[in-house]
């Protein structure tokens, strides 16, 4: 059964200042998604990693894929109040045929950046 | 606008009722997939349909039940209702390809008092 784990669940940042997410998963996925969600809001989409060693940028998030590892990380760079949220990673198990597989998600880092 | 659509935006209801939660999916998206998301449980999968069958199930209660119509909306009902029942409820919607990702509707929250 396919597990996900992120850390840190909490992450309290100075503005300006570097960071990054951690995303364990325990059993073989095919792809590793990356969501946003302001409080009491829907998830945003923000990067869809396909295969090892995929890195994506926009803006300050920077996400990678190690599948060998099973780690994927989100970094954030220069950290401004605007990125204040929580950030779910997501994976699929990957012995779905056809349809898309449901999304098994990380319990999320919440992400607070002070002025 | 995602395009996901999702209603109720927010219901309050009492122990022991039933609702219905309603969801639209993308134009062209033929899965459907719901989700709870409480605080202590975070985002839970419950069930997915592809094209009006029913393809995986998750943490699904047994008095919670789902269909997907042929034009694809997609009904979570929910029955005998508690108060640990109480939280967000997602609809989310995909096609196939692996690029492709998937959109989540803005969300029911659902309150029982």
């Known amino acids: 059964e396919l597990k996900v784990e992120q850390n840190p669940l909490f992450l309290s940042m100075q503005e300006g200042k570097n960071y990054t997410i951690y995303c364990n998963y325990s059993?073989?996925?095919?792809?590793l998604y990356w969501y946003r969600q302001d409080p009491g809001k829907s998830l945003e989409s923000l990067f869809v990693l396909l295969s090892n060693g995929a890195v994506k940028q926009e803006g300050r998030l920077m996400a990678s894929l190690d599948t060998k590892a099973r780690l994927s990380t989100l970094h954030i760079t220069a950290a401004v109040h605007d990125l204040s949220a929580t950030y779910f990673c997501?994976?699929?198990?990957?012995?779905?045929?056809?349809?898309?597989?449901?999304?098994?998600f990380g319990k999320g880092t919440k992400l607070s950046v002070k002025p | 606008d995602s395009g996901v659509t999702q209603t109720p935006k927010h219901l309050i209801t009492a122990t022991g009722q039933r609702v219905t939660l309603r969801c639209s999916p993308r134009s062209g998206d033929l899965s459907v997939y719901w989700y709870q998301q409480s605080l202590d449980q975070g985002l839970q999968f419950l069930i997915q349909?592809?094209?009006?069958?029913?393809?995986a199930k998750g943490n699904i209660l047994e008095r919670f039940s789902a269909q997907q119509f042929p034009d694809l909306h997609s009904e979570l009902n929910l029955s005998s209702l508690e108060l640990g029942d109480s939280a967000l409820y997602f609809c989310?919607?995909?096609?196939?390809?692996?690029?492709?990702?998937?959109?989540f509707g803005s969300g029911t929250r659902l309150t029982v008092v």
């Open positions: 349909y592809y094209n009006g069958e029913e393809r």
């Open positions: 989310a919607s995909s096609r196939i390809g692996l690029t492709s990702g998937y959109t």
């Open positions: 997501a994976a699929i198990p990957s012995n779905y045929g056809g349809s898309q597989g449901n999304l098994i």
């Open positions: 059993t073989t996925s095919d792809r």
